[in-house]
């Protein structure tokens, strides 16, 4: 093994005591006694009683031979000059030139701990890569053992989802969208201004008669906003209408979730959403009056229409039924539409209409 090698480690640890602690390996280098407290999934703790099987690195940082003891494990390892080597970790990135990360820009800068792990001092050249294609370089010289950090800026030209890394670090994933996502592609035909703008990197379609007149959304960063300029304000009515074809290949089940970004639910397991919106205005889907409206496709395959007029769980329009006809249809172009008002509207309406009706005829 090359001088700064890591000897990986694997055991089982127990937490023989009566309180809450965390999982550390005690072994022997040399006689000298060496505690290993980071691990793969960092600082690991453990509850009285329970155990775990850990796994982590010890780094090799003097020459010769070493003698390595784990409770009832001896190993021998040698290790042996290295001439002078970069290695780089902790890559950070931040968008924008500000003092904290700016989505809406499209400029990235990132950086990397960059050390000598090498024998000697040495001259190296750092590569700042994106999608494992180098676009920048700079040169460090560093004595042994000695850090520093990386820094490079860059303007992308072009929106997307990159893998952007320095030197051997592991590479980190960055989306693009910003500034260059800024242009309205599709004209509010009203002459109200409305103009939709897009996000991710969606493509044009190719099954419709005029060329790039519809947008293949994949399902996961690619959306269509419609920014609020404020005559988003109905207060007795309204309607809304979605043109989709949603895609058959991929999925397994009525509805399209399997095609959408994963999530980390409450138990620590990846997750798909239920509820995929066709159309929402507001901030989420979710319970409460987080969206005026909406109209989302359940896992089932069914659709459901949503309604918050009010700031109180108000109005709720559903369609989420068991016929057939409540179901997107797949591979085929579909409008989808709900309309709501006041007038015929949900129970919760009527409902309050009747108790007003009863307290007035009490006085």
Request: aromatic content about 10%; charged content about 20%.
């Amino acid at each position: 093994m090359l001088y700064n090698g890591e000897v990986t480690v694997t055991a089982k640890v127990t937490n023989n005591g009566k309180g809450f602690g965390g999982g550390c390996y005690p072994g022997l280098d040399n006689g000298t006694t060496r505690y290993l407290y980071q691990f793969e999934d960092g600082i690991v703790t453990l509850d009285p009683g329970k155990s775990a099987t850990l796994t982590g690195t010890l780094r090799m940082e003097t020459l010769g031979t070493h003698t390595l003891k784990l409770a009832d494990k001896t190993v021998s390892v040698n290790v042996k000059y290295r001439p002078a080597t970069f290695d780089y970790t902790n890559i950070r990135t931040q968008q924008g030139n500000g003092k904290t990360s700016d989505m809406n820009s499209n400029i990235l800068h990132i950086k990397a701990d960059v050390v000598n792990i090498g024998n000697d001092a040495g001259t190296g050249t750092a590569e700042f890569k994106v999608n494992g294609v180098t676009v920048g370089t700079r040169q460090y010289t560093l004595k042994s053992g000695e850090s520093q950090t990386a820094e490079f800026a860059y303007t992308f030209n072009k929106a997307g989802k990159y893998e952007v890394t320095i030197g051997n670090a592991k590479p980190e994933t960055v989306y693009i969208e910003g500034s260059i996502q800024g242009m309205p592609i599709v004209k509010d035909k009203s002459g109200n201004g409305n103009n939709a703008y897009i996000h991710g990197q969606p493509e044009f379609g190719t099954d419709d008669k005029k060329a790039k007149q519809t947008l293949v959304l994949d399902g996961k960063r690619d959306y269509i906003e419609i920014p609020d300029n404020g005559g988003y304000t109905p207060k007795d009515a309204m309607t809304g209408m979605v043109w989709a074809n949603l895609p058959s290949a991929g999925t397994t089940k009525g509805g399209v979730s399997e095609l959408t970004e994963q999530y980390v639910d409450l138990d620590g397991k990846g997750a798909i959403p239920d509820h995929n919106p066709l159309m929402v205005k507001g901030i989420g889907l979710g319970w409460g009056t987080p969206y005026m409206f909406r109209m989302a496709v359940r896992e089932t395959g069914k659709v459901t229409y949503g309604v918050c007029l009010l700031d109180d769980n108000g109005e709720f329009s559903w369609n989420d039924g068991s016929d057939d006809s409540f179901g997107i249809k797949k591979d085929q172009w579909v409008q989808y539409t709900s309309a709501f008002d006041f007038t015929t509207g949900g129970d919760s309406l009527r409902e309050r209409a009747a108790q007003r009706t009863c307290r007035q005829a009490r006085f």
